[in-house]
């Protein structure tokens, strides 16, 4: 797994890498794509200093830096590490690589808005997810275009194996194992395949019911379920001694309610979903660990 997305992201890196320098040869030159996004103020990060846009700003960030802590693969590539070194410098190495490579296809964009103004600036108002592709296909040879489906072919093939193995391994382990304990290792991996074949189905259904939403914002749900419903109870369970295992329940209920209520109704246009979960989360944590607690055989897991 860990050698199949190395080689993966070798050939993402250096397929956009080289798509990067091409475009920017088409546009003048890098200089001029930097100063086309300094003269379109680009580079503006901060949000409008008002509260709802700080609320939003402060819940998109905290959606992609804390919601990715819980996730299985990253703790699977934190624990399968050779030494403790390995564990904790890897991540932040990753991180790094992660925030300078993110500025290749925004430099692609940039350039095609120089290359393409007119067609660039229609697909950003209609579909911004079409802009680099059209780039590339109706404007770059077609070495350069089997570059760009290499490299998108390979983001797609990491992402989706570990989006199937995850959540496949974490609920045979974690959940069907206490109910249907394995005798043999055979039925172990046996019921790994079928549950792979499970949520395949399931990310299938998704897929198609949620045809014609952005990835950005797909990606963003997905980050948000473990930001609300894991996050606190994995902090607080390696940190603060007084949480128990009530207070990581309540956490989860408290955390997940609040999050899908304020996705589901009107108020989630006024304050972010994410952030009602994480606080909601918070409070269940506070209140299942400070409250009598139910008997360990109610809430053992």
Known sequence: MAITDFIQMIVLVSGLGILAVFAGHQAGGADKVIEFAVSRDMFKFLPEPELKE???????????????IPQQDVFQRVMSADSEYS???????????????????????????????????QLIQDDPQ???????????????????????????KSCASATLLAPSVTFTENIWR??????????????MRVTVLVFSA????????????????????????????????????LYWARATTQGAVFSIVFGVVAWLFFVLTPAGEE????????LGAI???????????AKPSLIHF
């Open 271 to 278: 304050f972010p979903a994410q952030l009602a979960g994480l």
């Open 283 to 293: 409070t269940g944590m506070l209140v299942g660990s400070y409250g009598p607690q």
């Open 202 to 237: 399931l990310v299938l259904m998704y897929a198609i019911v949620m045809q014609g939403t952005s990835i950005y914002a797909m990606v963003s749900g997905a980050y948000q379920v473990t930001l609300v419903g894991a996050f606190v109870p994995l902090l607080c369970g």
């Open 130 to 156: 079409k802009v680099l592709p059209t780039l590339v296909m109706t404007k770059m040879p077609m070495i350069m275009q089997v570059l760009f489906f290499g490299a998108l072919l390979s983001a797609i």
């Open 54 to 68: 700080v609320l939003f700003f402060i819940a998109a960030a905290i959606t992609m830096m804390l919601g990715s």
């Open 87 to 121: 564990a904790t410098r890897g991540p932040v190495i990753g991180g790094v690589c992660y925030i300078i490579f993110a500025f290749v296809p925004m430099f692609l964009v940039v350039s095609a808005l120089i290359i393409m103004p007119e067609q660039a600036n």
């Open 178 to 191: 206490r109910f249907r304990p394995f005798k043999e290792d055979g039925n172990e991996l046996y019921a």
